[in-house]
């Protein structure tokens, strides 16, 4: 009897990815984010978790209200901490520009000084 090993296959699951990455809490939460098309690898809609990322990659996404840019480095083999997870990827999102604020953001932000005198 032979016994299969695991191929050291250098794609992976775009869902599982971004769960190793710790880009999200759960696969299911990641499942849900690529099928709203809020993924896009190498400039396409992903509309499905089972597309397969490699390394070289790059995977435009909006988290959190934030337009994050990673280039994947490698396949994750499980989610450890967040030291082993940023190996996985390198970081090539532009720093944000200052934007104005709303005018909502600026009535919940209050007068830039509040006097406090009686």
Same mark, same amino acid.
């Given at each position: 009897?032979?016994?299969?090993?695991?191929?050291?296959?250098?794609?992976?699951?775009?869902?599982?990815?971004?769960?190793?990455?710790?880009?999200?809490?759960?696969?299911?939460?990641?499942?849900?984010?690529?099928?709203? %098309? &809020?993924?896009?690898?190498?400039? /396409?809609?992903?509309?499905?978790?089972?597309?397969? =990322?490699? #390394?070289? !990659? +790059?995977?435009?996404?909006?988290?959190?209200?934030?337009?994050?840019?990673?280039?994947?480095?490698?396949? %994750? &083999?499980?989610?450890?901490?967040? /030291?082993?997870?940023?190996?996985?990827?390198?970081? =090539?999102? #532009?720093? !944000? +520009?200052?934007?104005?604020?709303?005018?909502?953001?600026?009535?919940?932000?209050?007068?830039?000084?509040?006097?406090?005198?009686?």
């Amino acid at each position: 009897m032979s016994e299969k090993e695991p191929q050291q296959d250098s794609r992976q699951r775009i869902d599982k990815w971004l769960f190793f990455a710790r880009m999200v809490k759960s696969r299911s939460l990641a499942q849900s984010l690529i099928s709203a %098309g &809020a993924v896009t690898i190498n400039g /396409e809609i992903c509309d499905q978790p089972s597309r397969m =990322v490699k #390394p070289g !990659d +790059r995977i435009e996404m909006l988290l959190d209200r934030r337009d994050l840019v990673l280039v994947v480095r490698a396949p %994750g &083999a499980r989610r450890g901490p967040f /030291e082993e997870a940023k190996l996985l990827y390198d970081d =090539v999102t #532009p720093p !944000d +520009r200052q934007k104005p604020l709303t005018p909502f953001e600026r009535a919940q932000r209050g007068p830039a000084s509040k006097s406090f005198r009686r």
